[in-house]
C-alpha cells in the first residue's frame, strides 16, 4: 500500500501531465509505469491502454475497470497574419471561463510552450460585448508572436496543435484538498492505479482487467473501441464528477465535496443495474464507507458504452466529487479519493460468481 505522500504526489502528477482527447500519450505513460509490476498491457492505436492482472488465473468471472485518460483542452484551428491562433474546444467548455487563462501549446519538436486566451480589453468592447462576452471563435491565443512568419520559424508552431490548461496542481495540507486541471478523469485514474495496486495483497474470487481509455471528452470513444476486445462479467467505471454542493442546497446535494464517493442509480446514458446497485449500497454499510446516490438530469460517462457491451454488463460509477469541472481549476478532496478506492476494493472482495449470477 503507498503512503499518503506516494499518493499526493501521484495524484498532481497525474493532474499536470499534458493530455487532452487524442493526446493522452504522457497520462498512458505513467500508468503504464504505475502498475507494470502488477498488470500485463496491451494498447491500440487511439491510445487506449487496456490490462490485465498477472494474478489472474483465468477460469474466475471477469471485473472491469476502467477510466479515461483525456482531460479538456484546445486545438490550433488556424495561424493568424498578427501572431494568433484561432480555436476550437475539445470538450465540453462554458466560454465564459476561457479568456485570459494561460495555456501551453504543443510545438512541432513536442514541447509545450506557454501562452494567454487573448482577453479584449473592455476599452475594445461595445456594449453589447460587455454584457454577453465572446464567443470560443471570437477568441484566439497569444504565444508573445507579432507575425505568422514569427508564429511558424521561431515558435515553430503549427494548426492541429493540442493546447492544454497551464495550471500546476497544488495540495493543501489545511483543507486535504487538491486545486489543479483535469480531475475529470485524473482524480479517476489515481484511484484505478490504486485499487489495482492494494488488490495484489488480497485474495480474490474473481480476475481483473481494465482499461485507461481516451477521448472520453469527446463522445467516449476511446471506451467504444475496448468493448471491443475486453469483457467483464462486472464492471467499475471511475470517474471524476461536478460536484453540486456549491451551487444547491443542502437537499438537493447528491456529489458534496468530503462527503465520500457518489455512485448513480441515472444519467441520460445509463440506467445502473437496480440489484447491483443495492449489492453496492450494502457493502458501503457493512464497512462504513461513506457514499452518495445520485439521479443525474444530464451527464453520461464511459459507463454508457460499457454497460451495453457483449451481453450487456452490469456496470457501476464510482466518482469523485471535483468542483468545477471542464475549467482551468478544480478541487477534490483526499478522503474522497481514499474512500472510493476502499469501495471498489470491497466491492471486488465482495463478488464470486454466484454473487454475479443475481445482477
Known amino acids: 500500500m503507498r503512503s499518503k505522500h506516494e499518493n499526493i504526489e501521484l495524484i498532481k502528477k497525474l493532474s499536470d501531465a499534458n493530455g487532452i482527447s487524442g493526446f493522452e500519450d504522457e497520462v498512458v505513460e505513467i500508468c503504464r509505469e504505475e502498475l507494470k509490476d502488477h498488470c500485463e498491457f496491451e494498447e491500440d492505436t487511439l491510445r487506449n491502454l487496456c490490462f490485465t492482472s498477472k494474478n489472474n488465473t483465468g477460469d474466475r468471472p471477469k471485473v472491469w475497470l476502467d477510466a479515461h485518460t483525456d482531460e479538456v483542452g484546445f486545438i490550433i484551428q488556424h495561424l493568424k497574419n498578427n501572431g494568433t491562433m484561432a480555436f476550437l ?52 491565443i497569444d504565444v508573445g508572436a507579432c507575425s505568422l512568419k514569427e508564429l511558424k520559424e521561431d515558435f515553430d508552431l503549427s494548426i492541429a496543435a493540442p493546447v492544454v490548461p497551464d495550471v500546476t496542481c497544488e495540495y493543501n495540507e489545511k483543507s486535504d484538498m487538491f486545486l489543479g486541471k483535469a480531475f475529470d478523469c485524473r482524480i479517476g485514474v489515481a484511484a484505478l492505479i490504486e485499487t489495482v495496486n492494494q488488490l495484489q495483497h488480497e485474495k480474490l474470487d474473481v480476475d481483473v482487467v481494465g482499461s485507461f481509455t481516451s477521448q472520453e471528452e ?142
Open 89 to 140: 474546444p475539445i470538450g465540453g467548455w462554458v466560454p465564459s471561463t476561457i479568456p485570459g487563462s494561460k495555456v501551453r501549446i504543443k510545438d512541432n519538436s513536442g514541447t509545450y510552450i506557454s501562452g494567454v486566451v487573448a482577453s479584449k480589453p473592455p476599452h475594445f468592447m461595445t456594449a453589447d460585448e460587455q454584457k454577453s462576452g465572446p464567443s470560443i471563435s471570437q477568441m484566439t
Open 218 to 359: 469527446v463522445g467516449i470513444r476511446g471506451a467504444k473501441v475496448a468493448a471491443q476486445s475486453l469483457h467483464g462479467d462486472v464492471a467499475i467505471v471511475f470517474e471524476g464528477a461536478p460536484a453540486d454542493d456549491t451551487f444547491y442546497g443542502e437537499e438537493q446535494i447528491q456529489s458534496g465535496v468530503k462527503r465520500g464517493p457518489m455512485i448513480r442509480h441515472f444519467d441520460v446514458t445509463m440506467i445502473s443495474n437496480p440489484r447491483l446497485m443495492k449489492h453496492v449500497v450494502n457493502v458501503a454499510k457493512e464497512f462504513n464507507i461513506p457514499l452518495q446516490e445520485a439521479v443525474r438530469t444530464g451527464g453520461g460517462t464511459n459507463g454508457s458504452v460499457i454497460h451495453l457491451a457483449k451481453n450487456g454488463i452490469p456496470t457501476v460509477v464510482i466518482s469523485m466529487p471535483v468542483r468545477y469541472v471542464h475549467s482551468h481549476h478544480g478541487y477534490v478532496a483526499y478522503d474522497d479519493y481514499i474512500q472510493s478506492v476502499e469501495l471498489a476494493k470491497a466491492i471486488i472482495k465482495s463478488l464470486t460468481k454466484e454473487v454475479i449470477s443475481q445482477f
